[in-house]
C-alpha cells in the first residue's frame, strides 16, 4: 500500500512539473508564418519603423534598443535579447509579459502559430534583399 | 510627410458628402458607446487602473494604426496611379479612417490617456508603388493587418463598450479590404474566418 501511495505521489509530481518552453517548442513553417505576419501589418514592416519597430535584426537584438523608434519605458526596461524562446513568451500576451508596452494586442494565443511566425520572422529579418 | 486634406474630384465630393452624412451618425453613435464607457470605468474607481492602463494602450496601438492608414491613402491619392472610381474610393476610405482616429483619441482622453501623435514620416515602400495595384496591394495589406489588430484587441479591452465599439470599427475595416481585393481581381471574401 505504501509503495502505491508512493507511486502515485511520484507520478503526481512528475506530471505536474512544469515542461521547459523549449523542450514544448513545436517546430515553425515558415510558409505559414508569413500568413500569420500579415496580422501584424497594420503596425510593423520588416524593413522600416512604423507604428510598431522594424523588424529587420530582431534576433540577438536586446529588447527597447532599436534606435529610431521611440519604446515605451516598460520595454526599454524588459531588458531580454530576442530569441526564440523570448518571442514566443512574449507574442504569447504581450500585455502581461511587459505590462505598460505599446503593444497593445491579444497575442498569438495558439502555440503552432507562434511557431511560425517565429521560423518565419527568423529566415525574414535576416534576408539581404529585405534587410539592407 | 504632410498630410494634406485631399482634394477629390466633384463626383466624389457629391459622394463623400453623402457618405460622411452617414459616417456622422455612425460617429455619433459610438461617441455614445464610448462615453457610456467612460462613466462605467469611473464608478470602477482606480482598482482597475491597470486593466485602464491596458485599455489605454490598446486604443493608442488602434489610433497609430489608424494615422498610418489615413498617410498611406493620402500617399496613395497623390501618387497618380489611381484613376476613377478608385480614388473616389481612397478618399471614402480615408474619411472613414480619420473619424475612426477621432474616435479613438477622444477615448484614450476620456480613459486620462495621451493619444498617440502620428509620425512625422512614415517609411512606406513609395519605389515599389508603380501602377494602380500596386497601391492598392499595399493598401489592402494594411486594411488586412487592421483587421487583424482589431481582432487583437476586442478580447482584452476590458470595458465592452469599447470592445464594441473596436468592433464596429473591425467591420468597416474588413469592408475595405474586401471592397480593395475586389478592385484587384481578388476574391473578396477567401475565408469563412479573419485571423
Redesign the interface.
Known sequence: MRSLVATCLLAILVVGLPIPRAAQAATGDPARGED?Y??????H?L?????GPRHCGLFGRQAGTLKGYSYSTAMKKYGVTWNEETLDRFLENP?KVV?????????VKDAQERADLIAYLKQATRDPKICN | MTIARLSPTPDGEIRRSFLTGFGKFTLSATAIALLAGNERLALIGSASAQTTNNDVAILNSALGAEQQAIAAYQLGAESGLLQKPVLALAVQFQSHHKQHADALAKAVQKLGGKPVAPLKDYAFPKDKLKKEADVLSFAASLEKGAVSAYLGAVPILTDRELAKAAASILGDEAMHWAVLRQALGQPPVPDAFMS
Open positions: 500569420i500579415h496580422r501584424c501589418l497594420a503596425c514592416a524593413s522600416h519603423n512604423s507604428v500585455l505590462p505598460g508596452t505599446k503593444m497593445g494586442y491579444a497575442g
